[in-house]
């Protein structure tokens, strides 16, 4: 039972990242899918969140209008995609699954974590 995040890399300032978290072992479909991020000095924090029917979603303010979350059941797999990306988006990105997504997305409890993926945005 693991989630497994990917798709970072090195991303000019105003272009976009998409990393993904897969799950194996158990199906997606059945919780909630948060991403967090962790920048180099900083605390880890809650960035998105997205339902298990994919119907509700919410978003950290720095984010709020060029980001995107989304999921894939079929496929066990979701996404997280930042638009017009900054230097400040620069952190590890990581996914963790959650019994719901609701305003307090933020807050425990999150039962699954993946093992993050390193996304740089250079200027």
């Known amino acids: 039972l693991q989630l497994q995040a990917s798709g970072g890399g090195l991303v000019q300032a105003g272009g976009s990242l998409r990393p993904s978290c897969a799950a194996s072992?158990?199906?997606?479909?059945?919780?909630?899918v948060g991403w967090f991020r962790q920048a180099p000095g900083k605390t880890r924090g809650a960035v998105s969140c997205?339902?298990?029917?994919?119907?509700?979603?919410h978003y950290v303010d720095s984010v709020k209008g060029r980001s995107t979350i989304s999921r894939d059941n079929v496929n066990n797999t979701a996404f997280l995609q930042i638009d017009s990306v900054k230097p400040e988006d620069t952190a590890v990105y990581y996914c963790?699954?959650?019994?719901?997504?609701?305003?307090?997305?933020?807050?425990?409890?999150?039962?699954?974590w993946g093992q993050g993926t390193q996304v740089t945005v250079s200027s």
């Open positions: 072992g158990f199906p997606l479909a059945e919780v909630a």
């Open positions: 997205i339902s298990a029917s994919g119907r509700k979603t």
């Open positions: 963790a699954t959650r019994p719901g997504c609701s305003a307090n997305y933020f807050a425990p409890p999150y039962t699954k």
